[in-house]
């Protein structure tokens, strides 16, 4: 069992930054991959970007350039780094793991595509940090 613990959201002008932070407590060495999804309200949680065993990384098209995902091993935790945020990225963000291989390329084809996702789609999930952009 893994449990993932979102913080860092907040409130943010157009153009600022914030870094969230997902840490990871429990059978850690068993996960694979981590991603972060955005639900915004109304719409479908979708993939915002995710790391493949350690080193395969993977941008929705929206947040390329602008956001940048990494991770400490050491402090099992996973961070995503946002600038030049824009309204359009008000949301929850979610931090998600999965453990197996399968699942793990099903999360990277997520965020690539742009996909929807939902609660029962990865094994893993944190609570959510809510992130606002204002105008």
């Known amino acids: 069992e893994v449990q993932l613990v979102e913080s860092g959201g907040g409130l943010v002008q157009r153009g600022g930054s914030l870094r969230l932070s997902c840490t990871a407590s429990?059978?850690?060495?068993?996960?694979?991959?981590m991603g972060w999804f955005r639900q915004a309200p109304g719409k479908e949680r979708e993939g915002v970007a995710s790391i493949v065993g350690g080193g395969t990384i993977s941008y929705a098209d929206s947040v390329k350039g602008r956001f940048t995902i990494s991770q400490d091993s050491a402090k099992n935790t996973l961070y995503l780094r946002m600038n030049s945020l824009k309204p359009e990225d008000t949301a929850t963000y979610y931090c998600?793991?999965?453990?197996?291989?399968?699942?793990?390329?099903?999360?990277?084809?997520?965020?690539?595509?742009?996909?929807?996702?939902?609660?029962?789609?990865?094994?893993?999930w944190g609570q959510g940090t809510p992130v606002t952009v204002s105008s």
């Open positions: 429990g059978s850690t060495s068993s996960t694979y991959c």
């Open positions: 998600a793991a999965e453990s197996t291989f399968p699942k793990c390329i099903r999360m990277q084809t997520t965020v690539i595509v742009g996909a929807s996702a939902s609660a029962s789609d990865f094994m893993y």
